[in-house]
Structure formats: structure tokens, C-alpha cells
């Protein structure tokens, strides 16, 4: 009898011992974890992870990982294109500990995207001293 291995957790903690994030690691995640678009929780954790663990990442890390929280939060959790409550504060907590320009780009590409957002999100956001999250803000409207 054959038994699943959990690629996600085997890949991150690779990259995490390795120190380093390559291109080759970004298409092997593409192709092998998240090849159905479906990013869970757990799956959006453990890139958050990876991001704090402060690793040397390749230039392709930084669109992945945008993209893989963007489609998390605003597509898959909930009504698609709204960033709840729940959302937005999970958002706010992984952002907050990992203190990294990804995560804020996270945050910019998600509330760029949402239709609706907690105004409390956007408002920490605009706070955020980064300059592109301004403009970023202007299409999600707090809700």
C-alpha cells in the first residue's frame, strides 16, 4: 500500500536547510505543490515560512509568492475577490512577522486585487511606510 508524502513540507523544509531559494525551486513548487492553483492555509504558512527564514531567494521567489497569497486570500478563501475579516487578519499577522518587502508586496497585490477589504487593513496598510502600497490601495475599497 502506497502512502502520500507531503511535498509542500519535504520542499520548504529543503529550501529552508538549504538557505537559498532557486529558480529550479520555484518551477519544481509550481509544477509539484501547487500545479492544481490550490493554495490552503497550511500551504500559505509554510510559504510565509519560508519568507521569514530570511533566505537568499531568487528573482522568481518574489512573483510566486505574491501570487500564490494573492490567490489564496482574495480567490479561495470566502467570497472570491473579498479579503474577510478572518483573512485579512491572518494577512496582517504573517506580514507582521516576517517584516520583509515580499510580504508587503503580498499585502498590496492582495488589497490591489480585492473588490472589498477590512477597512482596519487598509488603513494599516496606507500606514505601512512603503511607497507603492498607496497606489495599490486605490481599488480595494474598505467594506
Known sequence: MAFQVDRSRTIITAMIHGRKITAMDVAWLRREVFASGKVSREAADELFAVERAGLANAPDWTDFFVEMIVAHVVRQCGEPGVLGEAEAKWLSERIDECESANALAALAAALGEARRAP???????????????GAALKPARAG
Open 119 to 133: 477597512a482596519a487593513l487598509v488603513a494599516a496598510a496606507q500606514a505601512r511606510a512603503w511607497p507603492r502600497v
